[in-house]
């Protein structure tokens, strides 16, 4: 039996910042932004949060980390990404996330745990 793949495409056009917050801001900015956010139904716990596995992918040379480390206005990186626990418990994504121009788009695929040799990625 051949392993059923999830394509999902994220067409948002966006900018991404990000920041450096105190820890001693953070209850303070988490209930500023409660209204405007959902929560992430694979985040346990009194402060939700889940471990995330992240295989970058890259070539020989490194090109892809070189185009970061350039900050190259056109670049992409090749990840696979897994979520412990959470709804898609045995799941991974492979993704392919661009940024032109300054816009982020990403593309990715849920494949089960086990085509990527599941025992080793994001397993203790």
Same mark, same amino acid.
Do not use: A, C
């Given at each position: 039996m051949r392993p059923v793949f999830q394509v999902e495409q994220i067409n948002l056009e966006r900018h991404e910042a990000k920041y450096v917050v105190p820890a001693n801001q953070l209850p303070e900015i988490r209930e500023f932004i409660q209204p405007f956010c959902v929560p992430d139904p694979n985040a346990k716990g009194d402060i939700p949060e889940y471990t995330l596995t992240t295989l970058?992918?890259?070539?020989?040379?490194?090109?892809l980390y070189r185009a970061w480390r350039d900050n190259l206005v056109n670049r992409f990186?090749?990840?696979?990404? $897994?979520? +412990? $626990? !959470? +709804?898609? !418990? !045995?799941?991974?994504?492979? +993704?392919?996330k661009r940024k032109i121009k300054g816009v982020v788009e990403k593309t990715r695929c849920m494949m089960p745990r086990s085509c990527i040799g599941g025992e080793r990625f994001g397993r203790a």
């Open positions: 970058q992918l890259d070539s020989p040379d490194m090109t990186k090749l990840r696979i990404r $897994g979520y +412990e $626990g !959470g +709804e898609e !418990g !045995g799941s991974v994504f492979v +993704e392919v």
